[in-house]
């Protein structure tokens, strides 16, 4: 007699067969789209779900003026531990412009990721993308100031700051003068202090750092941070950077927790600590020529499609840090969260109203007087609201 595991067992294994199968007869078809949705919902293990979905997307397809590719470096399901409402986005977008628009994905780096994304929709070979906010600094010098420690941490001063008239009059229409409409910005959660199994243990005050080999991205800001904080900065590419941890060349690093899970770091970390330094912020964008192609209608629908999908993100951050943090949990990472007073410490050390940021400040803001507007600006609290870790 078969046992209720082992049907449980072979049930799973035809679901799994036949999602598959649904799947790459979607994709043949050249629905990959509708192959993505389906999926993404749910709804593959069903032949008859599925063609729904296929059908709806076709029409969908068929009715619409105007396509629009959006690109991103994450698969379909991130969004569950990592906001980044790509499925959202392309659901607003075309209810808000009626129909009109019909937005198609290219997800999880099809078409790039990072700065090749940036430079697609800057030439115009695709309509939009999802990228580091980072990528916008080459156009607009300003942006890279996200990167001082306590200027923009924090989850709530990250968002009063993109969506402050400072920014929208001081940094947007540099990044418009380039080729980019911002269609919005990203919150994701601060970037953590990550330690390794078998690394220097929790690190709760910059005197844990003391030595520690961390692993840092190209930003000079960035490593300068860790170097006033007790670390050893230790430049790694991202491509390198698990088997860097693996391997004991690094023995920290410092992405969001949701990026942690996403990228598969779970099994090699020990200790996490929410230290709210430096933002994880992502943006969409547009390439302006052809937005400003769209007739008015279209382009208002774009821009309230892509502010319903910021509301939505805003919303998810705390959902998604709570399944990341318990996906890592369970493979035996220990989180810390600090006292404002553990807090002051990590600034006090290292945080933007120190002497040894004042270079960047003039080199990037333009002045004092217009970095004290964006200080300002990141404390000023805005109409939306966010929560911190």
């Known amino acids: ?146 990167n001082m420690p306590y200027l923009c941490g924090s989850n709530q001063r990250f968002t009063n700051l993109v969506t402050s008239d400072f920014w929208k009059a001081s940094v947007e229409p540099k990044v418009e003068e380039n080729g980019f409409k911002p269609l919005f910005y990203v919150n994701i959660d601060p970037r953590v202090v990550a330690v390794r199994k078998g690394g220097a243990g929790a690190v709760l005050s910059p005197g844990d750092l003391d030595g520690v080999k961390f692993r840092v991205p190209g930003s000079k800001m960035l490593q300068q941070y860790y170097r006033m904080v007790g670390a050893n900065p230790t430049p790694v590419a991202w491509g390198e950077t698990p088997s860097a941890i693996k391997q004991g060349v690094a023995d920290a690093l410092d992405p969001s927790v949701g990026a942690l899970y996403v990228f598969g770091f779970k099994d090699i970390l020990s200790h996490v600590t929410f230290t709210q330094a430096v933002p994880d912020s992502q943006v969409y964008s547009c390439n302006l020529e052809w937005f400003n192609s769209m007739p008015a209608d279209v382009q208002d629908g774009i821009m309230w499609g ?69 200080e300002e600006a990141a404390g000023t609290q805005g109409k939306y609201y966010v929560h911190d870790a």
């Not at 075309?94 to 790039?112: C, D, I, S």
């Not at 990472?333 to 940021?357: K, M, N």
């Open 1 to 146: 007699m078969v046992s209720w595991e082992e049907h449980m067992n072979e049930e799973k294994k035809y679901l799994a067969s036949e999602e598959r199968r649904n799947f790459l007869k979607l994709a043949t078809a050249g629905s990959f789209t509708a192959a993505l949705v389906a999926g993404a919902g749910g709804m593959l293990w069903s032949s008859e779900a599925a063609a729904q979905t296929a059908n709806e997307e076709r029409d969908r397809e068929n009715a619409a003026e105007h396509t629009m590719v959006v690109a991103t470096a994450y698969v379909l399901g991130a969004s569950r531990s990592y906001p980044i409402m790509q499925l959202d986005l392309k659901e607003n977008i075309q209810n808000a412009t009626n129909g009109k628009v019909y937005v198609k994905l290219a997800p999880g780096g099809q078409l790039g990721a990072g700065g090749a994304l940036v430079q697609a929709v800057q030439g115009g070979t695709i309509q939009a993308a999802q990228h580091s906010l980072s990528n916008f600094a080459p156009f607009a010098s300003t942006v890279d100031l996200i």
């Open 306 to 374: 892509s502010e319903m999908t910021a509301h939505q993100n805003l919303a998810k951050v705390p959902s998604a840090r709570a399944y990341a943090m318990a996906e890592l949990a369970k493979a035996g990472v220990e989180f810390h969260s600090l006292s404002a007073d553990q807090l002051a410490e990590w600034q006090d050390a290292g945080g933007y109203q120190r002497s040894e940021w004042d270079e960047f400040k003039v080199e990037l803001a333009g002045s004092m007087d217009d970095f004290a507007k964006m």
